[in-house]
């Protein structure tokens, strides 16, 4: 079972997205803890508003009161609506909203059903609850609920609905539609720390993302723009502002959602088992395709991004069973665009191995590039000089008579500098 977490200011936001899926008959209301009972047994948006707002005090000292749980079974793990209850009842005790009002919603609009909590997060005097380690106490919960009710660990889950998506195809039709529900899953589904890492994890999707500031009749705005593209990157079909399809794929939600895997990040926890892998990887791959598709198999997508000289300017590593995008920087200097640019040397496909002087030192016997070796095998009958052998192989390496910036064996023929003399000179 996998938790999702959510906080922000708009109560009716919220509760006009949970509405909307009972008005298209894709959702219900479970049960309600400390709100008025429907005398129909149904629920409106502005009755729910109005029982919230009652209990919400006027002097609230966060900005953020408003709490929005979602949480996700396996597709394979069928509960009835009487366990789903017991289960949002006991999570919420267990992470300190047991005395809070929420409301509960199941949501039926895809086969893994799954249920939606709305509550509040400040006490009858305004002051925020506890949220100390909230996320880390929210996976130990979902843990225990798992032992007790015999449901798949969220750790080994491999849901390819939660994990993976369809890329947009703007000749289909209906482009807007497509970008909602790749937009809205990524944006649920996966973290990132930057505007850069969530644009590269959408273009995986034929999808750009772009940034708008500015000013319109003296007010200023911000907000997002979506593309869609094709599998080059090239862009079709009118842009679709964030607005017209909803506040959870607007500016605010995105930079809740970086602020939010920024305090995750901090933790380290997820840092080490990625390193390793890439790592790894790294060493063992002889081109760049080779590297890509070592990373594929372990569910890990890179974006290379080379200029037209074919310098590399950025790597994006996007991992699919931690959700999570990450460029390069992140996980070490080794990792880095830069890095990777200096390793490979700016061609591609003839291997990411070179070899270092320092294995020529310390080694008499290597393997060295093609190109290489009949120019060695010839200085081999001249010298058997290991300190010779180098130096012939730098000039190779340099195309110079030396490895020096500067013609060192004309420097001793400079002229000194002529000594200054003082006083009148005749």
Not at 19 to 32: A, H, N, P, S
Not at 111 to 129: F, P, Q, T
Request: proline residues 3%; hydrophobic residues 30%.
């Amino acid at each position: 079972m996998v938790a999702k977490i959510n906080v922000g200011s708009s109560l009716y936001g919220v509760l006009a997205y949970n509405q909307k899926k009972i008005d298209e008959m894709e959702g219900r209301v479970l049960f309600t803890n400390r709100m008025f009972e429907s005398e129909d047994g149904n629920f409106n948006i502005h009755r729910c508003l109005e029982c919230f707002e009652m209990q919400l005090p006027q002097d609230i000292r966060t900005e953020k009161p408003i709490i929005h749980i979602s949480l996700n079974p396996h597709p394979d793990d069928k509960l009835n609506d009487v366990q789903l209850s017991e289960i949002a009842q006991q999570y919420m005790d267990k992470l300190g909203y047991g005395g809070q009002p929420y409301i509960v919603y199941k949501h039926e609009d895809i086969n893994r059903h799954h249920i939606h909590i709305v509550s509040l997060r400040v006490d009858e005097h305004g002051i925020k609850l506890n949220d100390k380690f909230e996320h880390r106490r929210s996976k130990d919960i979902t843990r225990e609920i798992e032992k007790k009710y015999s449901l798949r660990p969220a750790e080994k889950m491999k849901d390819k609905e939660l994990t993976k998506f369809q890329k947009v195809d703007y000749e289909s039709g209906d482009i807007k539609k497509q970008i909602s529900n790749t937009v809205k899953g990524v944006i649920s589904n996966y973290r990132f720390q930057s505007f850069g890492e969530f644009k590269t994890l959408l273009s995986l999707y034929n999808i750009h993302a772009e940034e708008v500031k500015g000013e319109a009749k003296g007010r200023p705005y911000h907000g997002i723009v979506y593309s869609a593209t094709d599998d080059s990157g090239d862009k079709h079909g009118n842009p679709i502002k964030s607005s017209l399809i909803g506040k959870s794929v607007g500016i605010t939600t995105l930079n809740d959602k970086i602020k939010q895997t920024c305090e995750i990040w901090k933790e380290g926890t997820l840092r080490p088992e990625i390193k390793n892998t890439v790592h790894e990887l790294l060493n063992s791959s002889t081109s760049i395709s080779q590297f890509k598709n070592n990373l594929n198999e372990k569910g890990i997508d890179v974006v290379i991004r080379q200029n037209n000289e074919g310098r590399i300017y950025g790597v994006t590593f996007i991992d699919h069973n931690n959700r999570i995008a990450l460029n390069g920087s992140r996980l070490g200097k080794e990792f880095s665009a830069n890095a990777i640019n200096n390793l490979i040397q700016g061609v591609p496909e003839t291997g990411l191995k070179t070899t270092t002087l320092k294995e020529i030192n310390n080694k008499t016997e290597y393997e060295s590039p093609d190109y290489m070796d009949k120019s060695i095998s010839e200085h081999q009958d001249k010298s058997t000089n290991k300190e010779s052998l180098i130096g012939d192989i730098l000039k190779m390496i340099f195309g110079k008579s030396g490895y020096h910036d500067d013609d060192y064996s004309n420097s001793t023929k400079r002229s000194r500098k002529k000594k200054r003399r003082y006083g009148r000179q005749i």
